[in-house]
């Protein structure tokens, strides 16, 4: 590709991606770290790299010695492995003699072979930070593939507490006391439960249509026609049963057996390798049974959406559904995927975290249900005697108190004062 084309793109974007206004994001990234930022589409990972972007030129280090480049711009369609060495020396041409340049690869998997690129580079001791959106950036063989050399950053839609600063909110909610305020955090929570928190979604009026573009989006490209799908229908079906399913375990078996009920005939090996996709695209994640046997934590767990906006455009009726479901991305948004359970073994517990020694059920409401708060409690009860000194939380929509329950303590918070702890 032509060498002045490439510069002209460079200082394009420099000026027009970096110059947009930012909402800092919630997340410690350290300066001496090579990091790939994977995640849903739409989430904000372009942003996390301007993130870093802003740290690097209030520490003093010049523009000039960063080199940005978002392989999304349609006039680097026809760029290759071999222009990628062609930028590196504009990068460094640009950054002056003898300074290399901080590199910043936005969606740098739509060139092809730039693994042994971005290996390189990490081996030459450039600091680098790439993103990425297909199969390729968001598989398990990510980590083999980039060598061990880059640390793996999953981003999330908005936690609410940056929710609310997009938005303009920046008051200390802790100490919520107003009625005005009462009413005010009350309107941003329905809001952010309803609709998810995709960052652009914030300043969009007719927020379903924008997320049901983005879960075409993911459904079409990232799973569809990324993995070569011809059956779209078992797709679809298998998405609306575990969106139907969120807050129960669903196996792979019982997944293959309703489509089998519905006509369609596919083997459990292919159901298997549909929802792996699907996990694949960060469209779900799942949460495993930690009382479970090995086989049975991988093939009964329960899943979740990476947005509970996109749960609401699958279901109806889901404020239960998308209240779980919110609980599910800030536990493993604040602990990781592998480090949250939910806990079924002569007991039900929504979610379980060990290194925390934490339970946690979640329910709507409680005080105009007595079965449902009886049942909460006596789960608790019950894996008390599993698991001593376990702690105890219930997470409501917006209900508040304190129970003492056969000698266990359960603290009961409404989710919106949860999740800005």
């Given at each position: 590709?032509?060498?002045?084309?490439?510069?002209?793109?460079?200082?394009?974007?420099?000026?027009?991606?970096?110059?947009?206004?930012?909402?800092?994001?919630?997340?410690?990234?350290?300066?001496?770290?090579?990091?790939?930022?994977?995640?849903?589409?739409?989430?904000g990972k372009s942003y996390?790299?301007?993130?870093?972007?802003?740290?690097?030129?209030?520490?003093?280090?010049?523009?000039?010695?960063?080199?940005?480049?978002?392989?999304?711009?349609?006039?680097?369609?026809?760029?290759?492995?071999?222009?990628?060495?062609?930028?590196?020396?504009?990068?460094?041409?640009?950054?002056?003699?003898?300074?290399?340049?901080?590199?910043?690869?936005?969606?740098?998997?739509?060139?092809?072979?730039?693994?042994?690129?971005?290996?390189?580079?990490?081996?030459?001791?450039?600091?680098?930070?790439?993103?990425?959106?297909?199969?390729?950036?968001?598989?398990?063989?990510?980590?083999?593939?980039?060598?061990?050399?880059?640390?793996?950053?999953?981003?999330?839609?908005?936690?609410?507490?940056?929710?609310?600063?997009?938005?303009?909110?920046?008051?200390?909610?802790?100490?919520?006391?107003?009625?005005?305020?009462?009413?005010?955090?009350?309107?941003?929570?329905?809001?952010?439960?309803?609709?998810?928190?995709?960052?652009?979604?914030?300043?969009?009026?007719?927020?379903?249509?924008?997320?049901?573009?983005?879960?075409?989006?993911?459904?079409?490209?990232?799973?569809?026609?990324?993995?070569?799908?011809?059956?779209?229908?078992?797709?679809?079906?298998?998405?609306?049963?575990?969106?139907?399913?969120?807050?129960?375990?669903?196996?792979?078996?019982?997944?293959?057996?309703?489509?089998?009920?519905?006509?369609?005939?596919?083997?459990?090996?292919?159901?298997?390798?549909?929802?792996?996709?699907?996990?694949?695209?960060?469209?779900?994640?799942?949460?495993?049974?930690?009382?479970?046997?090995?086989?049975?934590?991988?093939?009964?767990?329960?899943?979740?959406?990476?947005?509970?906006?996109?749960?609401?455009?699958?279901?109806?009726?889901?404020?239960?559904?998308?209240?779980?479901?919110?609980v599910a991305i800030e536990?493993?948004?604040?602990?990781?995927?592998?480090?949250?359970?939910?806990?079924?073994?002569?007991?039900?517990?929504?979610?379980?975290?060990?290194?925390?020694?934490?339970?946690?059920?979640?329910?709507?409401?409680?005080?105009?249900?007595?079965?449902?708060?009886?049942?909460?409690?006596?789960?608790?009860?019950?894996?008390?005697?599993?698991?001593?000194?376990?702690?105890?939380?219930?997470?409501?929509?917006?209900?508040?108190?304190?129970?003492?329950?056969?000698?266990?303590?359960?603290?009961?918070?409404?989710?919106?004062?949860?999740?800005?702890?």
């Open positions: 590709m032509n060498r002045d084309i490439l510069k002209q793109v460079i200082v394009d974007q420099k000026e027009e991606y970096l110059s947009n206004p930012m909402i800092r994001r919630d997340v410690v990234l350290e300066e001496n770290i090579n990091y790939c930022f994977v995640g849903i589409r739409r989430t996390m790299m301007y993130q870093q972007i802003r740290n690097l030129t209030d520490s003093g280090i010049s523009l000039n010695e960063i080199l940005y480049v978002n392989f999304e711009d349609e006039r680097l369609l026809e760029v290759s492995a071999e222009d990628l060495n062609v930028i590196l020396e504009i990068g460094l041409e640009m950054s002056g003699e003898g300074k290399k340049p901080y590199v910043f690869l936005d969606e740098i998997q739509n060139v092809s072979g730039w693994e042994k690129f971005v290996r390189r580079l990490a081996d030459m001791k450039y600091r680098v930070n790439i993103t990425g959106s297909n199969s390729k950036m968001l598989s398990h063989e990510i980590a083999s593939t980039l060598g061990g050399r880059f640390m793996v950053v999953q981003v999330f839609p908005y936690n609410f507490t940056e929710y609310l600063n997009a938005l303009g909110r920046n008051k200390d909610y802790h100490q919520v006391l107003s009625t005005l305020d009462k009413a005010d955090i009350s309107k941003c929570y329905e809001q952010y439960v309803k609709y998810g928190a995709f960052p652009e979604l914030v300043d969009i009026q007719k927020k379903r249509d924008y997320l049901n573009n983005i879960y075409q989006t993911i459904y079409i490209g990232d799973i569809l026609a990324r993995n070569n799908i011809s059956n779209d229908f078992a797709v679809r079906l298998i998405l609306k049963k575990i969106a139907e399913s969120v807050m129960r375990p669903i196996s792979y078996s019982r997944l293959t057996n309703i489509l089998k009920s519905s006509g369609t005939a596919i083997g459990k090996q292919t159901v298997i390798n549909y929802v792996g996709y699907m996990m694949e695209s960060y469209l779900l994640f799942a949460v495993q049974n930690y009382a479970a046997k090995l086989v049975e934590k991988e093939t009964s767990p329960k899943y979740y959406f990476m947005d509970t906006g996109l749960l609401g455009l699958l279901t109806i009726d889901s404020d239960t559904a998308q209240l779980e479901n919110l536990l493993i948004r604040r602990y990781g995927t592998g480090n949250v359970y939910y806990f079924e073994s002569n007991v039900e517990i929504d979610f379980y975290v060990p290194e925390e020694k934490l339970a946690i059920q979640v329910s709507y409401s409680i005080s105009n249900d007595v079965s449902t708060k009886e049942r909460e409690l006596n789960a608790f009860d019950k894996l008390q005697k599993f698991l001593p000194g376990t702690r105890f939380l219930m997470i409501t929509n917006s209900e508040e108190t304190e129970i003492e329950y056969n000698n266990i303590h359960v603290d009961v918070v409404p989710a919106w004062k949860w999740l800005m702890k």
